[in-house]
């Protein structure tokens, strides 16, 4: 990696992460002290981090997604919950990220018992507690996943009246997702829950055009999806690159995660730049800090080295993440302003 260009991503404080999974994000740190609430024996860094990163040699997204097993039964209480949503946006913050939207599914959580609400009540509490880290420009949100599975229609419906009731609170639960195994599980087979979503006047992003192609993007299109997670397979079909252009659908891109993967093999056949190209609002994420091993500053500088993009392309992406998030124009105004006051500062670049 260039070390010009993550020196001074690095030094940015306006980054923004769109697409983060609480139970793919838990640090080293974080871990350990889930482990101890629980009495849980962790073991030394080198077993944590097996357990938890993929290496280099992962084989598949099969693969990738048994990283989520240990950190979800941690994830299992209340206080496991609250403590997490806390931590994590305190590492962002440590990290330069001012802007979040922070997922996980609530169904995942119910294993000793606990409802959905009860885990959403707890990451807003947690959310609640992680303002004292916060700066005057900072905004941090929660997203609610529904998961992709045949037998969880009702845990599915229940997500979605919670995203709407948290909402409606103003608790910083801002939309709705479908996460999971889409190779398995076709994007159409969902419509009934984003049907009662788009009722209920939640807006909504879909993990879709990652394990399977472009007429998955197209579905989630059809649901009236206002984002589209990873969404990179939609190259494969010049007429929905154009839809996604024409309805200024933001994409949220996870290039460490797509290669970890294996969508793609090597970097520089990421597709962004094509992407870019047409004219589609592309953004940059995380998707599983520590699972992939990643931080904001690092996705935004694989790209950039990788690519040779000037800082006014680092800027627009990060910009593009501010446009698409879900939140306010008041924040959107505060975030844009702290966005060119750093770029000023730190790139040397001005409007």
């Known amino acids: 990696m ?9 030094k940015l404080n306006c980054l923004t992460d769109l697409h983060v999974h609480l ?14 609430m629980q009495n849980i024996e962790a073991g030394d860094d080198a077993e944590l981090s097996a357990k938890l990163s993929v290496s280099s040699d992962c084989k598949n997204l099969n693969e990738y997604l048994e990283k989520f097993e240990f950190p979800l039964q941690l994830l299992q209480t209340r206080e496991a919950v609250k403590y997490s949503v806390c931590q994590l946006v305190k590492e962002q913050e440590e990290q330069g990220v001012i802007y ?9 959580h119910t294993r000793k018992g606990l409802p959905q609400q009860e885990i959403v009540e707890a990451a807003c509490e947690g959310l609640d507690e992680s303002r004292k880290y916060w700066k005057s420009y900072s905004c941090h949100n929660l997203i609610l996943c529904c998961m992709r599975s045949d037998d969880n229609k009702d845990a599915n419906m229940e997500t979605v009246r919670l995203a709407a009731l948290y909402a409606e609170r103003g608790r910083g639960v801002v939309a709705a997702d479908l996460a999971g195994a889409e190779g398995l599980y076709a994007t159409d087979t969902f ?3 984003f049907r009662d979503a788009v009722q209920r006047g939640v807006p909504f992003t879909i993990h879709a055009g990652e394990a399977a192609g472009a007429e998955s993007v197209e579905c989630a299109l059809n649901f009236q999806a206002v984002r589209i997670g990873h969404g990179v397979r939609s190259t494969e079909n010049p007429l929905i690159m154009q839809e996604l252009a024409d309805r200024e659908t933001a994409l949220e891109l996870c290039p460490t995660s797509n290669l970890n993967t294996k969508i793609y093999e090597t970097i520089e056949n990421y597709p962004i730049q094509q992407l870019m190209n047409k004219g589609i609002k592309v953004t940059v994420n995380t998707d599983n800090m520590m699972v992939s091993n990643t931080t904001e500053a690092r996705e935004l500088a694989l790209v950039a080295d990788t690519f040779n993009m000037e800082k006014k392309d680092v800027k627009q992406l990060i910009m593009n993440g501010v446009e698409a998030a879900f939140t306010t124009e008041g924040i959107k105004n505060r975030l844009r302003a702290r966005v060119e006051t750093q770029f000023a500062k730190v790139a040397g670049i001005r409007g």
Not at 2 to 10: V, Y
Not at 100 to 108: D, G, K, N, V, W
């Open 100 to 108: 979040s939207e922070i997922r996980f599914a609530p169904q995942l």
């Open 23 to 36: 139970d793919g994000s838990l640090s080293l740190e974080s871990v350990r002290h889930l482990c101890g």
């Open 191 to 193: 419509a009934d829950v």
């Open 2 to 10: 260039n070390i010009s260009n993550i020196e001074w991503i690095e």
